[in-house]
Each structure stands twice: as structure tokens, then as C-alpha cells.
């Protein structure tokens, strides 16, 4: 199994940056496809970014593409996402997730099998 281990959550003014981090344990995070979902107060959680095993492909939501930047350091089981321009409407719990390797990393929260805590980031107006 692979357990993921979110950090870097915090509270940060509209316009800021944040990066957030999840480490991997148990297998290699290069046997993955991974990914990043947030649950927003009184929302389901949605879709904000997913990379494939070797990252060549990244995928983001258009409410967050420009903004945000996912990327992987496969050597240090680690995946990343660099948060600029930081608005209230991203204040949510952030989760990484890691599921199977496909021909193209998928934005649906069912193909990924394992999910971190999840993270806190709040955006002040």
C-alpha cells in the first residue's frame, strides 16, 4: 500500500503563494499517477490537478491553470504544488492522491485508490 503524507498548508493573504507537499511511503511514487482534489466549506471535492508517473502530462482546472503548478521529484517520492496568486475562493482542505499508472492521468477522483489527509489552506480577503 502507499501512505501519503500532506504538509504546507497554511493561512495566507489574497495574492499570495503556498506550496504544498505529500510524501510518499510504502512504494516508489514513480509507480503512480498522482494528483491534487480540495473540498472547499460546504462544497464537494473537485478536481484541481493531476500529473502522471513520469510527468509528461499535467492536467489542471481552469479555476486554478496559470495560477498553480504541479510537478514530482520521483527520487524523493514527493509530489508538489507551487500555489501563486492565492484567492479566497481557494480556501479549502487540499488532498494528494496517487492511483494507477494510465496512458493519461485522469481528473476523476475514483482512479486514484490512495488519498492523504488532506491539508488546510486558507485564503484571507
Known amino acids: 500500500q502507499v501512505h501519503l503524507v500532506e504538509s504546507g498548508g497554511g493561512l495566507v493573504q489574497a495574492g499570495g503563494s503556498l506550496r504544498l507537499s505529500c510524501e510518499a511511503s510504502?512504494?516508489?511514487?514513480?509507480?503512480?499517477?498522482m494528483g491534487w482534489f480540495r473540498q472547499a466549506p460546504g462544497k464537494e471535492r473537485e478536481f484541481v490537478t493531476v500529473?502522471?508517473?513520469?510527468?509528461?502530462?499535467?492536467y489542471y482546472s481552469d479555476s486554478v491553470k496559470g495560477r498553480f503548478t504541479s510537478s514530482r521529484d520521483n527520487a524523493k517520492n514527493t509530489l508538489y504544488l507551487q500555489m501563486n496568486s492565492l484567492k479566497p475562493e481557494d480556501t479549502a482542505v487540499y488532498y494528494c492522491?496517487?492511483?494507477?499508472?494510465?496512458?493519461?492521468?485522469?481528473?476523476?477522483?475514483?482512479?486514484?485508490?490512495?488519498w492523504g489527509q488532506g491539508t488546510q489552506v486558507t485564503v484571507s480577503s
Open positions: 492522491a496517487a492511483g494507477p499508472k494510465r496512458p493519461r492521468p485522469s481528473i476523476y477522483q475514483a482512479a486514484y485508490e490512495y
Open positions: 510504502g512504494r516508489t511514487s514513480g509507480d503512480y499517477d
Open positions: 500529473i502522471n508517473w513520469n510527468s509528461a502530462f499535467t
